[in-house]
Nanobody
Framework: QLQLVESGGGLVQPGGSLRLSCAVS????????VAWFRQAPGKEREGVSC????????NYADSVKGRFTVSRDNAKNTVDLQMTSLKPEDTAAYYC???????????????????WGKGKLVTVSD
């Protein structure tokens, strides 16, 4: 069983940057792909980014490509999402999630993920 806890988030102006971190605990967590999802009010949860267990593969939603970067430090048990050039439409609750297979990263589907954090709110506004 894995436990995931997000940190970071908050209020940032358009064009600004923010870093989210996901602390993961549990055995063999580096066997798991870890993804970031987000959900804005009144909208469905969408996949943002994913990184494979060993960090060799990453995937991003088209809406964040070139602006967001996902990374993981298996020694520190963390997965970070660096967000730059933030837009108001990036406002959402952001969740980290873990899934047993690296190929889950290819489709960024919430239904594939087996373990979830509780989420952190990111607000992009003047």
């Amino acid at each position: 069983q894995l436990q995931l806890v997000e940190s970071g988030g908050g209020l940032v102006q358009p064009g600004g940057s923010l870093r989210l971190s996901c602390a993961v605990s549990g055995s063999t967590w580096d066997d798991y792909a870890v993804a970031w999802f987000r959900q804005a009010p009144g909208k469905e949860r969408e996949g943002v980014s994913c990184i494979s267990g060993r960090g060799e593969m990453t995937n991003y939603a088209d809406s964040v490509k070139g602006r967001f970067t996902v990374s993981r430090d298996n020694a520190k048990n963390t997965v970070d999402l660096q967000m730059t050039s933030l837009k108001p439409e990036d406002t959402a609750a952001y969740y980290c999630a873990a899934g047993r297979h690296d190929y889950y990263c290819l489709e960024l589907k919430a239904g594939y993920m087996e373990h979830w954090g509780k989420g952190k709110l990111v607000t992009v506004s003047d």
